[in-house]
């Protein structure tokens, strides 16, 4: 079995930064890339930005200089720091993640429970 357990996000003033993290554990072997996803009410969801295990890094257009993903891969866990948050970053969150597990049965992805980050005055 394999967990993603998130923590962090909450309520913060436009403007404002919050931080999300996301480890992962269980019977874990390898883990290849890792992201963040975000699906706002009546929207689909979108990737927000990945890192591969070597630390190559992708985001969306739209955060582009304002959030930043890292990794800790001893740590099986990924982090996303958000910056100079705006209202339309408003969504529910989720982390992502690649993995092959102790049985050899092949890359599959795995998600986190999600968690509401909300920008808002």
């Known amino acids: 079995q394999v967990q993603l357990v998130q923590s962090g996000g909450g309520l913060v003033q436009p403007g404002g930064s919050l931080s999300l993290s996301c480890a992962a554990s269980?019977?874990?072997?390898?883990?290849?890339?890792m992201g963040w996803y975000r699906q706002a009410p009546g929207k689909q969801r979108e990737l927000v930005a990945s890192?591969?295990?070597?630390?190559?890094?992708n985001y969306a257009d739209s955060v582009k200089g304002r959030f930043t993903i890292s990794r800790d891969n001893a740590k099986n866990t990924t982090y996303l720091q958000m910056n100079s948050l705006k209202p339309e970053d408003t969504a529910v969150y989720y982390c992502?993640?690649?993995?092959?597990?102790?049985?050899?049965?092949?890359?599959?992805?795995?998600w986190g429970q999600g968690t509401q980050v909300t920008v808002s005055s």
């Open positions: 890192i591969s295990r070597g630390g190559t890094t």
């Open positions: 269980g019977n874990i072997f390898k883990i290849y890339d």
């Open positions: 992502n993640a690649r993995i092959i597990t102790t049985t050899f049965t092949g890359a599959l992805d795995y």
